[in-house]
């Protein structure tokens, strides 16, 4: 993957100002550690550093082909996952290729296609490409989201880049937050309200669209959308067509130039990518890497609950030994995964999911030891129906975010005078009920299928967002390519309109799922009642985050304070009830960790209240 950044101003001649683009290509580095590119003129400066995966020597950045009169300059993070039937494609109408990269792939589809080349582009992607007649800015995002792209309209001009901390590195851009980004924080977070940045002013390109900067402004459009209509196949031939959609995902993100390898947590999803991954391997003589993470002492303090029956640790065993595979496993200590709580804050650049980021911040550092590319299991739950919030009748009824039903508490750690502020309720309820009614339904849908609609729309939209967030920050974070099989975007599209009776075949989560792959895995991991992301369940992890929240509460300084009651805090320390905050792993531990990332991100980036 790489890390883009760059301007385009009608009023000032950017050539003055290289320094400012230095160093927010420098933010990127991590991004891309291999090789950095520049392109340079009066109205427009792109940007890029780049993870070199395909086609190392020839896919430098950024890129520029000439059409006739017309000449044309990407900035590309990405990965294109159906690079040659596009290829041959183009080849057909002319063109010539000098280069195995993706991105000579998609600059010449751009060129051919203009803004309709994203249709054809089964990947996950973001760019940006400069038509230098016409002086426009033409941008795009993946359908899924997978790849980020934030930006900023300034006084100068539109300034993008693939992370906030580049956006902050302009000198027109500065570290603002108003009532609307403390909503967000501490009503929506560790999630984001799509499209929001969070600090003022900065935005992001939501999943799906592309947008055109020129001399007029900015124009935005949703290029891609869920589409509704009635299931037609039987049982059987649904089943064929999920075996399918999923291997052939899997195999196509299985092309790399550099070491691949995958997450294995024993659970259904990762088991599914890394055993058709292992059988593609096998049969090209090499040995999968796999990885998995686990905290120390957790087996002397799992305890057994509604949402995780079992702990990973033998089924990753059974899995290893299934696969034969070279696995490598992660045990994290309490002060180590505690002091990584800061490192995913820098990585995010906002508060996160607490140690569930941190966690996987550690992981992605650990894999990048022994490989660039890594498969992961994202997603699957979002599409194919695992969470228990689509299996609990009275759950999946709730009107409001099943992941999120704790407004009242969270609203009540606010001072009052921000807290009069924010109608809590209502800013929270109408952005679900935007997505609700957004959501596309055929005639006659039935009452359980038109709720089971809106529950993938929500989480899609919304939750899956959160979670690749995280995978994309914490694994760039240590230069780690992370693909995520389940978010193509193919797959995606034929499980909206599959019934539910259908994906929850055998009245089992993800039964669907487990049936059309059930000649990848054993028994004992096929039929594995689902467990989430793996968490510390060592006590002493809340007593170090609470030791750390304590000092931030003695500290009259602390910025977090200028916006959360200290009782409320001191209330949060004491309390023995397992509240949660955000979905199934984020409970009073993960709460109180959160708070501790706020007021980090507070005092790190030198935020500031207007």
């Not at 691949?260 to 593609?280: N, P």
């Not at 505690?338 to 550092?365: E, I, Q, T, Y």
């Not at 919030?389 to 005078?417: C, N, V």
Request: proline fraction near 4%.
């Amino acid at each position: 993957m790489c890390g883009i950044c760059g301007q385009i101003s009608f009023c000032r001649n950017l050539n003055d100002y290289t320094e400012y683009f230095y160093n927010m290509q420098n933010k990127l580095i991590s991004r891309g550690p291999d090789q950095h590119g520049e392109y340079f003129s009066p109205d427009a400066v792109l940007m890029h550093r780049r993870l070199a995966v395909i086609d190392i020597d020839r896919g430098r950045q950024p890129m520029t082909y000439a059409v006739g009169d017309e000449v044309f300059t990407i900035c590309y993070n990405g990965e294109l996952y159906n690079t040659l039937e596009i290829r041959n494609r183009l080849e057909s109408r002319g063109y010539n290729f000098f280069s195995h990269s993706d991105t000579e792939v998609v600059l010449k589809a751009y060129c051919e296609y203009r803004e309709e080349c994203v249709e054809l582009l089964n990947g996950i992607f973001a760019f940006g490409v400069w038509e230098h007649s016409s002086k426009q800015l033409f941008l795009a995002r993946d359908r899924m989201g997978v790849k980020p792209l934030f930006y900023s309209q300034t006084e100068s001009g539109l300034v993008f880049a693939s992370e906030i901390k580049a956006l902050l590195e302009h000198p027109e851009i500065n570290a603002q937050m108003d009532i609307n980004s403390l909503a967000e924080i501490m009503l929506i977070g560790p999630g984001r309200t799509p499209g929001c940045g969070v600090f003022k002013g900065i935005n992001e390109i939501k999943p799906a669209c592309c947008a055109v900067f020129d001399q007029s402004g900015l124009n935005i459009t949703q290029y891609w959308n869920l589409t509704a209509q009635e299931h037609t196949d039987d049982f059987e031939t649904t089943v064929e067509k999920v075996h399918f959609l999923v291997t052939d995902s899997i195999k196509r993100q299985l092309v790399s130039d550099v070491p691949l390898g995958t997450f294995l947590s024993g659970g259904l999803d990762s088991s599914i990518i890394s055993s058709v991954a292992d059988s593609i391997y096998k049969e090209n003589g090499k040995t999968l890497h796999t990885f998995s993470v686990d905290y120390e002492d957790n087996d002397k303090y799992f305890k057994e609950s509604k949402f995780q029956p079992n702990s990973d640790s033998g089924f990753i065993e059974v899995m290893k030994d299934y696969l034969e595979s070279k696995h490598h496993r992660l045990v994290i200590g309490t002060e180590e995964l505690k002091d990584a709580l800061f490192f995913a804050v820098d990585a995010r650049d906002l508060p996160g999911m607490a140690d569930v980021d941190s966690s996987m911040l550690l992981l992605c550092k650990f894999i990048k030891e022994h490989v660039t590319v890594a498969l992961s299991g994202e997603c699957a739950d979002e599409i194919f129906g695992g969470y228990p919030w689509y299996r609990d009748k009275t759950i999946r009824m709730i009107d409001g975010f099943p992941w999120a039903q704790s407004t009242a508490y969270r609203h009540s750690f606010l001072k009052d005078e921000f807290a009069s502020q924010i109608n809590a309720e209502e800013y929270v309820y109408s952005r679900y009920k935007e997505t609700v009614e957004s959501t596309p339904k055929f005639d006659g849908i039935g009452e359980e299928e038109s709720r089971m609609a809106e529950m993938m729309k929500l989480n899609t939209d919304w939750f899956m967002q959160t979670l690749l967030d995280r995978k994309d920050r914490m694994s760039m974070y240590s230069s780690l390519e992370v693909r995520v099989p389940f978010c193509d975007h193919r797959i995606v599209e034929y499980l909206f309109n599959v019934p539910w009776k259908m994906k929850d075949h055998n009245n089992s989560e993800k039964g669907l799922l487990r049936c059309a792959m059930k000649d990848y895995l054993p028994d004992e991991v096929l039929w594995r009642k689902k467990s989430p992301y793996p968490k510390t369940h060592n006590p002493a992890y809340r007593n170090a985050v609470s030791s750390l929240l304590r000092d931030i509460i003695a500290d009259d300084s602390s910025p977090l304070l200028q916006f959360v009651k200290k009782d409320e805090l001191e209330k949060l320390l004491q309390t023995e009830k397992s509240q949660p905050w955000y979905g199934q792993l984020m409970t009073t531990p993960q709460t109180i960790a959160y708070f501790i990332q706020f007021n980090y991100w507070l005092s790190k980036y030198n935020v500031i209240f207007r």
